[in-house]
């Protein structure tokens, strides 16, 4: 099964799209606007070369998963200095792995 279409800027899920032609990539007008801003790097918008445009909402969610992230990385390191068995720190390792993989998916 494969997973549900998001909109290529802001992440949100798509509705199913009915009938022929060509699949929708963004949720609206403003996610589309925002992309090809960000694509085209529009000169007079004050945006420097290599720049990436995220939503306030998005900062502050990947402020909180760097966070998240940053603590399950002291927890590996507090398991390991305390002389956790092997079993609990792959454990840990694991989760450490999956908030990462997590926190990639920018959009």
Do not use: F
């Not at 494969?2 to 699949?23: I, M, N, Y």
């Not at 992309?35 to 900062?59: D, F, T």
């Not at 966070?67 to 092997?86: F, N, Q, S």
Request: charged share 35%; with cysteine; hydrophobic share 35%.
């Amino acid at each position: 099964m494969r997973p549900a279409p998001v909109c290529l800027w802001c992440g949100q899920e798509l509705e199913a799209q009915q009938g022929r032609g060509r699949k929708r990539k963004y949720c609206g007008q403003s996610c589309k606007q925002r992309a090809y801003e960000q694509r085209h790097n529009l000169s007079g918008a004050g945006i420097a070369e290599g720049s990436v445009i995220l939503r306030p909402e998005r900062v502050a969610e990947l402020r909180d998963e760097l966070y998240e992230l940053r603590c399950a990385a002291e927890d590996v390191r507090t398991a390991a200095m305390e002389g956790a068995d092997a079993e609990e720190i792959r454990h840990l390792c694991d989760e450490l792995t999956a908030l990462a993989t997590e926190i990639e998916k920018l959009r």
